[in-house]
């Protein structure tokens, strides 16, 4: 989930409990998680950014983009769609 307060982006269990963070984000939005390859994705800023679950390893595999929003992994293809709002 996205601490917008906090700016930090976090995973606890479904009850809430075990709250750990993953990594900061001033502006996140779109998370996605690829549980087969733990990894976490995200946009903030108009960059795609990629880390392990345990907020190890952060990639920016996009940037530049405009209003980038609606975020979709397809996991067997290995791909990620987003749509742009503004252009």
């Given at each position: 989930f996205y601490d917008r307060q906090n700016q930090k982006i976090s995973r606890s269990n479904?009850?809430?409990?075990?709250?750990?963070?993953?990594?900061?984000?001033?502006?996140a939005s779109?998370?996605?998680?690829?549980?087969?390859?733990?990894?976490?994705?995200?946009?903030?800023?108009?960059?795609?950014?990629?880390?392990?679950?345990?907020?190890?390893?952060?990639?920016?595999?996009?940037s530049n983009l405009s209003s980038p929003g609606h975020l979709t992994l397809d996991i067997d293809n290995r791909s990620a769609y987003w749509s742009e709002t503004y252009k």
């Open positions: 479904f009850d809430g409990s075990e709250n750990e963070y993953v990594a900061d984000a001033d502006l779109s998370i996605a998680v690829d549980g087969g390859s733990e990894h976490i994705y995200w946009f903030n800023r108009g960059a795609l950014y990629r880390a392990d679950l345990n907020g190890g390893d952060i990639q920016t595999l996009a």
